[in-house]
T-cell receptor
Framework: DAKTTQPTSMDCAEGRAANLPCNHSTISGNEYVYWYRQIHSQGPQYIIHGLKNNETNEMASLIITEDRKSSTLILPHATLRDTAVYYCIVRVAYGNKLVFGAGTILRVKS | GAVVSQHPSRVICKSGTSVKIECRSLDFQATTMFWYRQFPKQSLMLMATSNEGSKATYEQGVEKDKFLINHASLTLSTLTVTSAHPEDSSFYIC????????????FGDGTRLSIL
């Protein structure tokens, strides 16, 4: 599975959009981009995933560049409860293990 | 949504004890389950992949005789830490995969293991 690169940490004001970038320049054509987050002392929570089209659900939006070498997770209106470590993971669809990198620590501040 | 239940949430026991952790998929059948370990201020590290009815596949450096995995049904996998020592103290997390192709893995809430 392709490797991903994320900033170590980011701050965001409460109520503002949080934009978390992820680089995956070696992604293959059959690899999906998955986003998870982990709130302190809990298991990771699935957020969203996509292949090449932009995706949106009740939690977030995922914007994937046309060349698929990078993506951005958008939390439209960040709240204090969104403070967590966000992981961007690339893997082949279905069945393959998820390999976690260091992720991005997002701090939402009031 | 898919729910994965992990039990117990916290264990404190003496060195030399064996500890069993259960991972259950509550509303779907999980053909594959994964076990992770996470040390403080570090990311999750995959330990093994557990397939229903077959032997688990362990990641490099993970001792299979130390961390026994059983996946006897489509809704239950267990991890047993045998003869646990203080260095085995960690946060153990399972995840489950099931359903149609391309569905995401769902994670349990983890088990905090402390060996005295």
């Amino acid at each position: 599975d392709a490797k991903t690169t994320q900033p170590t940490s980011m701050d965001c004001a409460e109520g503002r959009a949080a934009n978390l970038p992820c680089n995956h320049s070696t992604i293959s054509g059959n690899e999906y981009v998955y986003w998870y987050r982990q709130i302190h002392s809990q298991g990771p929570q699935y957020i969203i995933h996509g292949l090449k089209n932009n995706e949106t659900n009740e939690m977030a939006s995922l914007i994937i560049t046309e060349d698929r070498k990078s993506s951005t997770l958008i939390l439209p209106h960040a709240t204090l409860r969104d403070t967590a470590v966000y992981y961007c993971i690339v893997r082949v669809a279905y069945g393959n293990k998820l390999v976690f990198g260091a992720g991005t620590i997002l701090r939402v501040k009031s | 949504g898919a729910v994965v239940s992990q039990h117990p949430s916290r264990v404190i026991c003496k060195s030399g004890t064996s500890v069993k952790i259960e991972c259950r998929s509550l509303d779907f059948q999980a053909t594959t389950m994964f076990w992770y370990r996470q040390f403080p201020k570090q990311s999750l590290m995959l330990m093994a992949t557990s397939n229903e009815g077959s032997k688990a596949t362990y990641e490099q450096g993970v001792e299979k005789d130390k961390f026994l995995i059983n996946h006897a049904s489509l809704t239950l996998s267990t991890l047993t830490v045998t003869s646990a020592h203080p260095e085995d103290s960690s946060f153990y997390i399972c995840s489950a995969l099931g359903g149609p192709n391309n569905q995401p893995q769902h994670f349990g809430d983890g088990t905090r293991l402390s060996i005295l």
